[in-house]
């Protein structure tokens, strides 16, 4: 393996990019300033972005109605209390839409944005994902073996291995993208 250190010169660590934010927010309530993070930070870096390139992918028009300025600036004086709840997730919309919304829907659990990665593995995708593990260079963390036959216990139904596979794999992909590009020239190339 090949240390790269110049590669670390160009990460920034997350407490300088939500450091701005913390200042600004000082004087605020936990909850209120963790959601300004997720505003200025995650929302528009992550979330939206996602929806925006799968929608634009599959020739779809959405619209996020949560972010229409009169329903954001109504949501933000919602007391901290009502806002968050231990028992559910959006728990004041839950309760505004309650009587109006049937209940299969209102009290479903958070979905968010699932692929179909049990499914995946099950496919010559688990086969291109393995091979990347394996020709990644990462026995050194992982016992490829090991990896293996996770891969055949899922696909015989044995247990569900998707996210243990995925974490493997996603780094595998990393490390040969950052810590041994060679590699990633050479399947590109094939």
Known sequence: MVFRPELFNIWEPTTELTKGIY???????????????????????????KADKMSMAHSLEIR??????????????????????KDTTKFVLRRAMDGLVPDHV????????????????MTS?????????????????????QVKEMLDRHRKGLGDYSRKLWTI???SLWKSLYIQPDYMKMVMIN
């Open 106 to 121: 209102l009290n479903r659990p958070k979905l968010g944005f699932p692929v179909p990665l049990r499914k995946w593995l």
């Open 64 to 85: 996020v109605p949560f972010l229409d300025k009169e329903v954001f600036n109504i949501a933000r004086k919602i007391p901290v209390n009502y806002r968050i709840s």
């Open 169 to 171: 794999y996603i780094f």
């Open 23 to 49: 200042e600004i927010s000082k004087n605020l309530d936990d909850v209120t300033r963790m959601q300004l993070i997720d505003l200025h930070l995650w929302l528009p870096g992550n979330i939206l972005m």
């Open 125 to 145: 995708i688990g086969d291109h994902m393995l091979e990347q593990i394996i020709g990644s260079g990462v026995e050194e963390w992982f016992k490829l073996s």
